[in-house]
């Protein structure tokens, strides 16, 4: 299974990138037309990859001693594009893992979700008398992860080798 994802992943990735090296210029959220520079291409590359490429960069996002301002910058404003699941598929999963259903748990849930993430979608319950929120792992994040680090890897064991950053190694 994990191979399946892996090629999934790992296939698009060329055409991609050759899709934002060729764009001149994008859309924003209001249609008005943008000039695409290195920055901005990096950061719509990660936000449609999707996953552990958007964790990547928010977490080079913070790094200005690694990357040159302009590029810090642009991945601040990185974007989790992800789309929200039916609450039974989530509810399934909360099933799978504590062995209950979720209103076993729980004396009410809403079934609209709080917040939907890349990874999870948090509802709002009630667990004696009390307002809380339950986060519910989406289905094979895991295994998703899992292939999205393997294609990282791959990608940083690339760039090392072709020495695109001389004094830095991104293994490291």
Do not use: C, H, W
Not at 56 to 80: K, T, W
């Amino acid at each position: 299974m994990i191979v399946f994802m892996l090629l999934g992943r790992l296939f698009p990735l060329p055409f991609l990138i050759l899709k934002y090296a060729l764009l001149q210029t994008v859309r924003d959220e209001s249609g008005r037309v943008i000039p695409l520079d290195n920055p901005r291409r990096l950061r719509l590359i990660l936000e449609e990859l999707g996953g552990i490429f958007i964790k990547l960069g928010e977490l080079l996002a913070m790094r200005f001693d690694l990357l040159p301002l302009s590029y810090a910058v642009q991945l601040l404003n990185i974007r989790q594009k992800s789309a929200e699941l039916p609450a039974e598929e989530l509810f399934a999963v909360f099933r799978e893992e504590t062995g209950k259903p979720i209103n076993a748990v729980f004396e009410s849930i809403e079934p609209e979700p709080v917040i939907v993430s890349i990874f999870y979608q948090s509802y709002r319950v009630k667990l004696a008398g009390n307002d809380v929120v339950v986060k519910i792992q989406k289905p094979d994040v895991r295994l998703e992860a899992r292939a999205d680090l393997y294609v990282l890897r791959f990608l940083v064991s690339l760039i090392d080798d072709i020495g695109v950053f001389r004094r830095v190694s991104l293994a490291d």
